[in-house]
């Protein structure tokens, strides 16, 4: 545990955690039966960790954070008590720990953010309520390719009120679940340095609030859908580093809300379609090079 404070423990608002061979420190044994009102809270374990490793009540908590050491680790049963969590950030030490209990988190209304990190994510069938509340999700360097995979709920249903999802180098992303794009609220997709990543649905073009489209560094990518120029509110989008990308969707002109577009380092992009004259004399256009 970190002691750099000299508050009583129960009087934190900040309770950092070392958690070594399953045994919880003297000073946290008397508070397991008693609330600790810290409101945010980082618990660090070794690979020694049961599965069954702590019991604590933390109901001021906010922010949670867990860091681990094994391939294989269970959400901790006292999340669900923490009714007033926001933001829950796992990070595993290993590359593509299994992560399970993941159904836990349905039943946290008040959750807003998830950060994971080398995680392997389950199916999101297994989360039995919806995360009502969740409006930002990032992803680095997790396997997710079966979170949305034979989903007994809709992806929309499941994230009713997602606005900014962030996926990087995760290396089994090939095609985006079309059923993303039936999240009316997202206003922000960036997906990038998934070097796998060869097609994105058509049905992309049903995220009509979305502002920001981050493609970076998808090499693999050859295709926008035409369906793009649906997106009225976008005014981000960065193809930068994808090399593979030869044209851009014929109507892209219909952006006309597009400000800033990144096209730097896209090799094989040699021409420009004819309503790209259409866009905002404003736009701010980063290319490396000259294209017709």
């Known amino acids: 545990m970190d002691n750099s404070s000299q508050e009583p423990i129960r009087q934190r608002k900040r309770l950092f955690i070392n958690l070594s061979r399953n045994e919880l420190p003297e000073s946290l044994k008397e508070f397991t039966e008693q609330p600790v009102r810290a409101r945010l809270v980082s618990i660090s374990t070794d690979e020694m960790i049961s599965s069954n490793w702590l019991d604590m009540q933390l109901p001021e908590a906010e922010v949670l954070v867990l860091n681990f050491r094994t391939k294989d680790y269970a959400l901790p049963t006292f999340v669900v008590n923490m009714k007033k969590l926001k933001v829950l950030i796992a990070t595993s030490s290993l590359n593509y720990a299994e992560l399970s209990d993941f159904q836990l988190l349905g039943l946290l209304t008040n959750l807003k953010t998830i950060k994971l990190e080398r995680i392997s994510i389950p199916s999101l069938s297994e989360t039995c309520e919806p995360l009502r509340n969740l409006q930002k999700i990032s992803l680095y360097m997790c396997r997710f390719a079966e979170a949305f995979r034979d989903c007994s709920i809709q992806i929309s249903d499941l994230l009713p009120e997602l606005r900014e999802m962030n996926v990087d180098f995760c290396e089994d992303l090939v095609r ?117």
Request: charged content about 25%; hydrophobic content about 35%; glycine content about 2%.
């Open 176 to 292: 985006l679940p079309a059923g993303l794009c039936d999240i009316v609220h997202l206003k922000k997709l960036s997906i990038t340095h998934c070097y796998k990543l060869c097609e994105l649905p058509n049905e992309i073009g049903n995220l009509r609030n979305l502002q920001v489209l981050r493609l970076r560094s998808c090499t693999e990518l050859e295709i926008l859908p035409d369906s793009i120029r649906y997106l009225s509110e976008l005014f981000t989008l960065d193809i930068s580093d994808c090399i593979r990308i030869k044209d851009l969707p014929e109507d892209i002109g219909e952006l006309k809300k597009l400000i800033n577009l990144n096209m730097n380092h896209c090799s094989r992009l040699q021409y420009l379609p004819e309503s790209f004259w259409q866009l905002e004399q404003s736009l701010d256009l980063v290319c490396d090079k000259e294209i017709k």
